[in-house]
């Protein structure tokens, strides 16, 4: 998210769609709320993980994959360990959620960080159950951003009125 800011500002882009740290807030973005969706991890049919209810601590024995640094998600699930006297089991690998990722994960213990608004369709295509954990997360929605000195093209207006209304018909964000 970091580096897509930068290209924000940079006038590389025109919208960045995810979730500001806290240092990114302020004056020069504006922030438009789409889903209040949480991350989640993943795995495949008949993972230990997925049968009940589990802890952080019992995620630790197996690998994950988590998305690269520098990722506010990412860096709140390692303090959390830190922070409960633990370390990591396992190996954990960097990468962004894809495909080959996916197909990893459904054939293998390795546990994959997702989205919850996508896990239905990561169950259909790949046969990985959701994880049930309450993660140590604190987390603002997802969003829409966009520099407060600069109107969108109409390209940019376009698509971002049409990323609003799929995410209102899917439910993602109130009326």
């Not at 640094?69 to 360990?81: C, D, H, K, S, T």
Request: charged residues 20%.
């Amino acid at each position: 998210m970091e580096s897509l800011l930068e290209r924000l500002d940079q006038d590389l882009v025109d919208v960045v769609i995810g979730r500001l740290a806290s240092g990114f807030s302020g004056d020069q973005y504006l922030h438009e709320p789409l889903c209040d969706d949480l991350p989640l991890f993943v795995a495949r049919q008949g993972h230990p993980l997925t049968q009940r209810q589990v802890s952080l601590e019992d995620l630790l024995g197996f690998p994950w994959v988590l998305p690269e640094q520098p990722n506010i998600i990412r860096q709140q699930l390692e303090f959390a360990v830190r922070d409960m006297g633990l370390r990591f089991g396992a190996d954990i690998m960097s990468s962004q959620a894809s495909p080959l990722t996916f197909r990893l994960a459904s054939n293998s213990d390795t546990i994959v960080l997702a989205s919850q608004c996508t896990a239905k369709e990561l169950d259909a295509l790949y046969r990985l159950q959701p994880v049930i954990c309450k993660l140590p997360l604190h987390l603002g929605p997802i969003a829409a951003v966009t520099r407060s000195d600069k109107s969108l093209s109409k390209a940019a207006a376009t698509f971002l009125k049409q990323l609003k209304h799929a995410a209102k018909v899917n439910q993602l964000i109130p009326d």
